[in-house]
């Protein structure tokens, strides 16, 4: 530990060690239609819960982008 903070590791990746932050600005489709403003969504391979930034619904089968991550939840906004 001593070492590392003597010499501390920079890097031009702005997203290293934020995980989810890839994500932003990609489109999903929901899954699942949106109740109160969180259902699930498909990104990729894989389904995610998500929530809007407004907390509007969306039906089953719409694309939204998303817009931030908060822990494994997807922020999403209307895509288009």
């Known amino acids: ?32 239609a949106f109740v109160n403003g969180q259902g699930r969504v498909k990104l990729e391979d894989s389904s995610w819960s998500a929530r809007s930034t407004d907390g509007s619904d969306f039906m089953a089968g719409a694309k939204a982008r998303v817009t931030e991550v908060e822990g494994s939840m997807l922020v999403v906004e209307v895509a288009g």
Not at 5 to 32: C, F, K, W
């Open 1 to 32: 530990r001593y070492w590392q903070q003597r010499h501390p590791t920079e890097s031009s990746d702005e997203m290293l060690n934020r995980r989810g932050a890839h994500y932003i600005g990609r489109t999903v489709i929901v899954l699942d």
